[in-house]
């Protein structure tokens, strides 16, 4: 394994949490407009049908993806660009 990779380790796990709050935070914003109501359902929520648990799951999975790959790809840059080396 290459040093920069294993150098690179905590940096990742660091932008991973914080790819995690910002993509709960983007999606909470998301589902305030799609949604129109304030929290999103959760997929034991009796009074919310199929239709609008798998969507607010379908959101809430695509928006932390975009948020995780953007934030890894930002992280991985800056690396470069500072070290010479892609972490990856």
């Known amino acids: 394994m290459k040093a920069s990779k294993v150098a690179y380790k905590p940096v990742g796990m660091v932008l991973g949490?914080?790819?995690g709050a910002?993509?709960?935070a983007a999606f909470k914003?998301?589902?305030k407009v799609v949604g129109h109501d304030e929290d999103?359902?959760?997929a034991t929520d009796e009074e919310r049908g199929w239709r609008e648990i798998l969507i607010a799951a379908a959101v809430q999975g695509a928006?932390?993806?975009?948020v995780k790959a953007a934030v890894d790809r930002s992280g991985a840059t800056t690396v470069r660009r500072l070290t010479?080396?892609?972490p990856g």
């Not at 928006?63 to 975009?66: D, Q, S, T």
């Open 29 to 31: 914003q998301v589902w």
């Open 63 to 66: 928006i932390f993806a975009a």
């Open 40 to 42: 999103a359902p959760d």
């Open 22 to 24: 910002l993509a709960g």
């Open 84 to 86: 010479g080396t892609w």
């Open 17 to 19: 949490a914080l790819s």
